[in-house]
């Protein structure tokens, strides 16, 4: 699809013909909660990233995949500022908080409401035992600015 010709702030984002792409995030809980990816037995661990690969290929195969990762845990991040001369200035590890982003998709889709059902696919997504972890998936637009001139 053509990149998005709407401006931040216009009117609707929803509205005209232009494509809409949105950002899955996938958010974890940190501490005890169900992610510690970390404690999963190996089997569980596999299960997991094929059920992912898996997702991948289904949106890859609809058209709608424009791409995926999966994030290091918190404890390897840093946050980075431009310090007075420029240069960066880095904190880190990453503050503590109630969760942690595990992982992103973007997807381009015809309607706000796919991108949610897509969401709770992925929100389903198997954890120790074949449980599904019903992960808190948050979907946001990507907005976009005007193309440049060329």
Excluded at 73 to 81: E, F, I, Q, W
Excluded at 93 to 111: Q, R
């Amino acid at each position: 699809m053509q990149a998005s010709s709407h401006m931040i702030g216009a009117a609707s984002p929803f509205s005209g013909d232009c494509p809409m792409r949105f950002i899955m995030m996938m958010h974890a809980p940190r501490g005890d909660g169900g992610y510690r990816i970390n404690d999963w037995s190996p089997e569980d661990f596999q299960a997991h990233i094929a059920f992912m690969h898996r997702f991948n290929r289904q949106l890859t195969e609809a058209g709608e995949f424009v791409g995926a990762e999966g994030l290091a845990p918190p404890g390897a991040a840093k946050l980075v500022r431009a310090g007075k001369d420029g240069a960066p200035v880095t904190d880190g590890p990453f503050p503590e908080t109630k969760e942690f982003l595990a992982g992103w998709w973007i997807v381009d889709v015809d309607s706000p409401e796919r991108a949610y059902a897509l969401a709770a696919q992925a929100s389903a997504a198997p954890g120790p035992g074949g449980v599904p972890l019903n992960m808190p998936i948050e979907v946001r637009q990507v907005m976009s600015g005007p193309l440049p001139d060329a």
